[in-house]
């Protein structure tokens, strides 16, 4: 990820507040600008992080989600509302951030990502945002995004609880390292609060802005776990496995 593109003057009106934040400025936004973020998906979790990525101005989202909206969806796909029932949540939640920004790309794909699809989807962009609900499809994306040496945020949640880590390809363990195996017997529809999806959902689009723009210390082998339970947060380091078959030969870029 280079420098970025220059900013205009209705970019540096829009950003003004986050143009203040130190360390981050025109040149953090410059490379928010030129860069490309892969949701995967753009439900509960993935929507808030497409949502945040929008305001902050990443310059182009691929959405990849696939079906049409249910009435079920929406205590926590905030993207979404009710008028939308029965259509595709893809063209929603474009429609919805290209309303938010009009400045920035969206590339909103009716698919979820699979192995048919991923290689496109994860080589077109600079970073992967995995929010899917599912083990395999994590960790088909974190399979491609370190052969093709891809940064990755993890968002994941569970009832109360969520984790987060970002993969840098040759100097973090990746998802094989932690889920050598798909989990048995994982249900892909569990309890969630959409409030603990948009807390996840928040610190993984903070994750992502702050690789792409360099910007503070990302969680780079380590993983954030909270309980909102009770409001617990605590950070646990990771180890990469050297018989690791997705990361063990591959070295910093």
Known sequence: MGPGQPLTDAERERYQWQLWVPGFGEEGQRRLK????????????????????????VGRLVLAHAGNLR????????????????????????????????????????????AANV?????????????????????????????????????AMYEMQAQL???LPGRTPCLACLYPAEPPHWNREFPVLGAVSGVVGCLGAMEAIKVLAGLGEPLLGQMLLCDLGDM???????????????CRDVRPS
Do not use: H, W
């Open 119 to 155: 290689e496109r989807l994860v080589g077109g962009v600079d970073l992967v945002a995995a929010c899917a609900p599912t083990f395999a499809e994590r960790l088909l994306m974190n399979r491609v995004a370190v052969r093709r040496g891809k940064p990755l945020v993890d968002c």
């Open 71 to 114: 009435l079920n969806d929406l205590n926590r796909q905030l993207l979404m509302t009710t008028d939308g029932v029965g259509t595709p949540r893809a063209d929603l939640a474009g429609r919805r951030l290209r309303q938010l920004n009009p400045t920035i790309e969206i590339e909103a794909i009716a698919e979820n990502v699979s």
């Open 34 to 57: 030129g860069a490309s973020v892969l949701v995967s998906r753009c439900g509960g979790v993935g929507g808030c992080v497409a949502y945040q990525l929008a305001a902050a101005g």
């Open 232 to 246: 617990t947060f605590q950070k646990v380091s990771l180890r990469r496995r050297p018989d690791c078959p997705v």
């Open 165 to 167: 880590t970002t993969v």
